[in-house]
């Protein structure tokens, strides 16, 4: 009989405890952080199309206190292609901590096509929010139904972000002013293409379409395009062959690295 009511009281307490674990964790969201799922469209900006084959990355970061201060890490990256109609799902995250928070999660979409964007997701006072302080350039809407973060965006592919402006200024007096935009657009454009050299980011985009069985999005492909879409601004020679020698490495990285993952 003493040994029923020890037990009784002992299940007693873990009832106690587990139920302030509960409740914690649904109001401040401690010992067990949870964040919806997030599922969207990714669409063409100029013709409305789906984009298939974007990459849409989550970087979930964790902080907590340090001597020196904030110290913050990565607890999971989410990784999420979109199909032909241009969707995507990150599955909800549940993390446990004690003595850390769960701060944000860094978005980031990424078609070597189009112009990559970001985006930030976090909890603030225990609501849901995307965009932060620090990226008022990314205020696209989104809605939150059933338990689901909805967000919807759209791309602006290289050309019409890159390459449309240029166009439309042939022919006419090259001022001091529109030379040095036609100088940022065509950098920004080589930032783009640059960072599918494989020891940069977005890292490994061909080896994990091809790994994945996906044959719609090639670096054969991507490179004719590539060089389909610069050869729109030969008359400036100097960023034409500077940008068309870094698709050369781009393109002998990313075969290496196909090669080393045996694809």
């Not at 990565?74 to 928070?101: C, M, Q």
């Not at 965006?153 to 390459?163: A, D, G, Q, R, T």
């Not at 529109?178 to 890292?203: D, F, H, M, Q, V």
Request: aromatic share 12%.
């Amino acid at each position: 009989m003493v040994k029923f009511f020890k037990w009784k009281k002992i299940l007693v307490v873990l009832g106690v405890i587990v139920g302030i674990g509960i409740i914690t964790s649904l109001t401040i969201r401690w010992p067990i952080n949870t964040f919806p799922a997030i599922e969207g469209k990714i669409l063409d900006a100029t013709t409305g199309e789906p984009i298939e084959n974007v990459v849409v990355s989550v970087n979930w970061i964790r902080s907590s206190p340090g001597p020196a201060g904030e110290i913050t890490r990565t607890i999971r990256k989410d990784i999420a292609i979109t199909n032909k109609e241009g969707k995507y799902r990150i599955p909800r995250l549940w993390s446990f901590h004690l003595f850390s928070v769960f701060s944000r999660g860094y978005m980031g979409f990424n078609h070597p096509l189009y112009a990559s964007k970001q985006a930030v997701v976090a909890r603030e006072r225990r609501k849901i929010i995307i965009g932060s302080p620090a990226l008022k350039a990314y205020p696209e809407e989104f809605e939150y139904k059933d338990g689901i973060i909805h967000y919807d965006i759209e791309l602006l592919s290289l050309e019409e972000k890159y390459i449309r402006a240029i166009e439309g200024w042939k022919g006419k007096k090259i001022t001091v002013e529109r030379e040095n935009e036609i100088e940022k657009l065509l950098g920004n454009l080589w930032s783009e293409i640059w960072s599918y050299y494989t020891a940069g980011e977005p890292r490994g985009y061909f080896v994990t379409m091809k790994k994945l069985g996906i044959t719609s999005i090639t670096l054969d492909k991507v490179v004719r395009e590539w060089k389909e879409i610069i050869s729109k601004v030969q008359d400036y020679k100097e960023f034409y062959n500077k940008l068309l020698k870094d698709i050369g490495e781009v393109e002998k990285s990313n075969r290496e690295s196909l090669n080393k993952a045996g694809c």
